[in-house]
Every structure is written in C-alpha cells, then in structure tokens.
C-alpha cells in the first residue's frame, strides 16, 4: 500500500513524501529556507529508514531548493528531473536567481538567516519523455509537461493510478 505525506513547512512549500514501505520519494521538496524543516517531517516519517529518490517536477526554487538540504541528511538519495532541469542546476546565474527569490520569500515569512546550500543543487537521474523510472517495486513513467516550465515534468505509476505533477496541471 502507498502512502502520501504532507511534509510541507510553510505556506507555498511544495514537498510530500510517497513510500511503499520499502521504497520513499520525496515528490519535490520545497524552499531552501525550509529545506531542514522538511527534512525533520521526513525522518519523523521514516523513522530509521533511508530517503531512497527525490522526484523533482520542475526547477522553480519553491519546488527544487530544499533537495540540497534533504541531501545534505539522506546524501545516497538520488534525484530525479528533466534533462534541461539539470542543465539550469549547473548555470551560477540560474543559482543567483533562485537564492534571491527564496532570500525574498523567506523575509516575507520572518526568516532572515538561513544556511545556504544551493550551491549543492544537482539531479542524478536526469530524464526524457517516456522514460521509466524503477523505483523499488515501483515503475514511474516521466512525462514532459512543457508550459509552466520547459522543464516540467511529472511522474506516473500505473499501477496505483498515481499522477505527480506540478501545479499548473
């Protein structure tokens, strides 16, 4: 049986954990500036078990920064995104962009300070439309869902009828 848990931290985080019991993803994970806090809800969650994959749908920092943080705690979890998601991971001024929006955010909700770990963003599996994603017993296609991003992408598993996507879907 899969189970879907809000581990959100902050209004506009975007981060839930899916698991089968034997396999977890983490289906985005939020702002930087919540990055620990998500992290917390998921060890809360998981116990002792390890974060096995990080799906990401998209590059946008309310969606993408916490994975350097989640990383940071669960460094053998590999991250899943489009190929051109990786490629903006890799620009310093796509890096510049997301520090600031999130540095902007974060003040609008009392946080100034923050440990910055962007730097540390990366995808381990990057991927096209169609591709399968073995995840344990779990078989995820990738879809390419263009328009909100070029790099948006979501994720189906068949075989429980699951869709995760990014919100403009």
Same mark, same amino acid.
């Given at each position: ?24 993803? @983490? ?26 994959? $990080? ?62 770990? $962007? ?44 869709? @995760? ?5």
């Amino acid at each position: 049986m899969i189970t879907v848990k809000d581990v959100r931290v902050s209004p506009g985080d975007s981060a839930f954990l899916i698991d089968d019991g034997k396999t977890s993803i @983490l289906y985005d994970s939020g702002f930087a500036f919540t990055g620990h806090g998500v992290c917390d809800k998921i060890k809360a969650e998981l116990g002792g078990r390890s974060l096995d994959y $990080i799906f990401l749908t998209h590059s946008h920092y309310d969606h993408a920064l916490g994975s350097a943080y989640v990383l940071k705690e669960y460094p053998n979890a590999r991250v899943v995104a489009g190929e051109y998601a990786k490629r903006i991971f890799e620009k310093p001024t796509a890096k510049a962009v997301m520090r600031d929006l999130d540095k902007k955010f974060a003040a609008t909700q009392g946080i100034l300070e923050y440990e910055d770990l $962007i730097d540390d963003l990366r995808v381990d599996i990057p991927v096209c439309d169609g591709d399968i994603i073995e995840a344990g017993d779990m078989r995820f296609s990738a879809i390419s869902l263009p328009g909100h991003t070029r790099c948006s992408f979501g994720y189906y598993l068949e075989s429980e009828k699951l869709f @995760l996507s990014c919100e403009t879907v």
